[in-house]
C-alpha cells in the first residue's frame, strides 16, 4: 500500500470520535483480509498499523476481537492476530450451510417481505450495478453481500437472520473471490437481476433456486482461486 494511501487512511481515521475507531479499524482490516492484502495463515502486524493509522492499541485489539468473532482471524496469547486459513472443504461445509438458511429464508422472504423491504433491495441492486460498471469490486462486494442478508432479513425471523449473518462473515473472502474472474462477475450481476425479479413476484421456489444456483457458480470459481491463489493476485 502506497504512502499517500496510508496518510489518507490515517486522516480519515483521525476524522472518527476515539470511542468507534475501532469500526473504522474492523471494517480496514475485514477489507484487507478479503480482498486477500492479507493472506490467510498470515500474522497481522500491530505496530505497523498503530503507527501507520496513529492509533492506539486499543482500537486494534478491539477490531481483532470482532473478527475472530466473525471467523476471520485467530487471536493466541503472545502471538497476537492471524488470517483463519480454511480448506476448500471446510468453505464448502459453510456454503451449504448458507444455501440451506437461504433456501429457508426465499421462501418466506417471498411470502413476508413488506413493499418498503423490497423496494429496499431494489435500491441496493441498482447500486450494486452502478459500482459493477465503474469496475469497483469492494463496493460491488459490500453491497452484494447487503442484499443477500436483506432478503434472509425480509424472511423476518431473527434466529435465521443471526445466523446466516454469523456463517456470512466466515467465509466472506471466498465468495469475494469469486468476483475477480470478470466473466463471472458479470453473470453474477445478471443473476442478481432475476433473483431481485423473482422476489418482486414473490415467487419462493424459484427466488430458492436462483439463490442456490447463484451460489454454487460463484463457488466453482472461487474454489479454483482457493486452489490456486496466484490466481488472485
Known amino acids: 500500500m502506497g504512502e499517500d494511501r496510508w496518510q489518507a487512511l490515517s486522516e480519515e481515521v483521525a476524522g472518527w ?3 468507534q ?3 473504522f479499524v474492523t471494517n480496514f482490516l475485514r477489507d484487507l483480509i478479503v480482498s486477500g492484502e492479507i493472506p490467510p495463515g498470515e500474522r497481522i502486524n500491530e505496530r505497523i498499523l498503530t503507527e501507520r493509522l496513529g492509533i492506539s492499541r486499543t482500537p486494534l485489539r478491539e477490531a481483532f476481537k470482532i ?3 466473525e471467523g476471520l482471524v485467530s487471536i493466541r496469547p503472545n502471538a497476537g492476530a492471524t ?3 480454511l480448506s476448500p472443504e471446510d468453505v464448502e461445509d459453510s456454503l451449504e450451510i448458507l444455501i440451506g438458511l437461504e433456501s429457508i429464508g426465499a421462501e418466506r422472504a417471498a411470502e413476508r417481505a413488506t413493499p ?3 423496494e429496499e433491495i431494489a435500491e441496493l441492486d441498482a447500486r450494486m450495478v452502478e459500482a459493477f460498471e465503474r469496475r469497483e469490486l469492494m463496493d460491488y462486494f ?3 453481500q447487503d442484499i443477500h442478508q436483506k432478503i434472509i432479513d425480509a424472511a423476518q425471523n431473527e ?3 443471526r445466523v446466516y449473518s454469523s456463517e456470512s462473515a466466515r467465509i466472506r473472502r471466498f465468495r469475494f473471490a469469486g468476483n475477480r474472474d470478470h466473466a463471472r462477475w458479470a453473470q453474477a450481476v445478471a443473476e442478481h437481476a432475476q433473483i431481485l425479479e423473482a422476489l418482486r413476484r414473490r415467487q419462493g421456489p424459484l427466488l430458492r433456486e436462483l439463490l442456490r444456483a447463484h451460489h454454487r457458480a460463484g463457488w466453482k470459481i472461487a474454489r479454483k482461486a482457493l486452489e490456486s491463489p496466484e490466481t488472485t493476485d
Request: charged share 25%; hydrophobic share 40%; aromatic share 0%.
Open 83 to 85: 488470517v483463519v486459513k
Open 159 to 161: 434466529a435465521l437472520s
Open 142 to 144: 459490500h453491497i452484494n
Open 17 to 19: 470520535p476515539r470511542g
Open 116 to 118: 418498503e423491504m423490497i
Open 21 to 23: 475507531r475501532s469500526t
Open 67 to 69: 473478527l475472530e468473532g
